[in-house]
């Protein structure tokens, strides 16, 4: 009896929660039901149906004709009003991420059993609160180029965002795990984005930037809320509320392969500038989700897997000592080069650097203590302490390539 207690009041509480944090992704839909000359419909049985699970929700309208549904996950909805005395109403709306929907109804007069379908859904203008938001829907999702399959890539088509990892280097704020990052919005800093995922955050405050990713196609929709949030939003200033998908009536599901590789791109600038042979790159995205019912109208499910498989390599210049930087250099220098010799020596066949140039250039002196101007303006000998000729080629530059480590990353999520 104990453990059952236990489980019963585990549960509610876990219930309890997830409404919580449903609440926070989830939107809202409220009405004004009237009649043809403009009076409230008082006591109207109002219908709200998720046209994709057909999950149902109902209220009354109060003396005044409103009717509020305060939870209402994204979807696209079917409104059904019924009075006697009046026709029934259809309407459909679709609800966005954390969206206040509300809506002017009229009822015709007639029969119940008589319906009146409104075919085109009305513009949903937010009087209701002074939030501004940037909405990122499904079809944007899937339609808009990503080169990494990164959604939150999306985040600079908000007005007022601007991309800081390429503007100084600053990568907060951002998904760096998914290959992108650097995000500031609305002159906020890139650490002030608050991330969120089905109304829980979703912060990884070592990198301010986001904590999991999910795959693309787990995502359905989400939104960049940019200033005046509800209250319900504290933390930063600026909130990227990510909703995924989730199980309908119907079975649904995906596969997909995203290849980028080196066969079906140009030779990078470097590569030609230099001479060497063209760097390998091979980057395979691949995954597949699947949704469904469980139990038609009440239980669903969805699932998602992705992978990310990484091949590379590429060419690096390195400049390495030469046999006249041995000449004059320390005994000690000179053993500890022996003790740990190169795997190819320089050679000066590509590029050199002379003395005359690591002490001008390199060391910055050439405007105001140029090379042999002086007693003490140039680099000596270690052994003999002669000025060393100023045309001494002491290090040449050589092509070495690199293998990268081959890396594989999976990212799930469950719905």
């Not at 939107?27 to 709200?48: C, E, F, H, M, Y």
Request: charged share 15%.
């Amino acid at each position: 009896m104990r453990r059952f207690a236990f489980l019963l009041f585990t549960t509610l509480v876990l219930f309890c929660l997830a409404t919580n944090v449903q609440a926070q992704s989830a939107g809202s839909v409220r009405g004004t039901v009237v009649d043809s000359q403009g009076g409230s419909v008082p006591d109207a049985k109002v219908t709200l149906t998720n046209v994709a699970t057909g999950v149902k929700q109902e209220a009354e309208t109060n003396d005044a004709g409103l009717f509020v549904f305060g939870y209402v996950a994204p979807a696209t909805y079917e409104i059904s009003i019924q009075k006697e005395g009046f026709r029934t109403s259809n309407t459909q709306t679709a609800v966005e991420v954390a969206q206040v929907v509300d809506l002017k109804i009229a009822l015709e007069i007639g029969k119940v059993t008589e319906t009146v379908t409104v075919v085109e859904s009305p513009i949903v203008i937010n009087t209701t609160s002074g939030e501004l938001s940037h909405e990122i829907t499904g079809k944007q999702l899937h339609e808009l180029p990503l080169i990494n399959q990164n959604y939150y890539n999306l985040m600079l088509l908000t007005p007022g965002a601007i991309d800081t990892g390429s503007l100084s280097g600053d990568t907060r704020g951002g998904s760096v795990g998914a290959g992108g990052g650097g995000i500031a919005v609305g002159g906020a800093r890139t650490s002030s984005i608050n991330f969120m995922l089905d109304g829980a955050e979703n912060n990884d405050t070592f990198v301010a930037g986001v904590a999991q990713d999910i795959p693309l196609d787990a995502v359905q929709e989400f939104k960049v809320q940019t200033n005046s949030a509800t209250a319900e939003y504290g933390r930063n200033p600026v909130v990227t509320n990510v909703v995924s998908k989730s199980g309908t009536n119907a079975f649904h599901g995906s596969a997909y392969e995203v290849y980028r590789g080196a066969g079906l791109s140009t030779t990078p600038f470097d590569d030609k500038a230099s001479g060497s042979a063209k760097s390998n790159f091979v980057r395979n995205q691949f995954g597949g989700s699947l949704g469904g019912r469980i139990i038609k109208d009440k239980l669903f499910f969805f699932g998602a897997l992705e992978g990310v498989r990484v091949r590379s390599s590429s060419t690096n210049r390195y400049f390495v000592p030469t046999q006249s930087f041995l000449d004059n250099a320390a005994p000690e220098v000179v053993s500890y080069m022996n003790a740990n010799p190169l795997s190819q020596a320089g050679d000066c066949a590509d590029r050199a650097l002379t003395a005359a140039q690591i002490w001008n250039d390199t060391e910055g002196n050439g405007t105001t203590n140029p090379y042999g101007s002086s007693p003490t303006s140039g680099l000596f000998n270690a052994n003999t302490g002669a000025l060393i000729p100023a045309d001494t080629q002491l290090f040449s530059e050589l092509p070495s390539g690199v293998r990268r480590t081959r890396a594989v990353v999976l990212r799930r999520t469950l719905g």
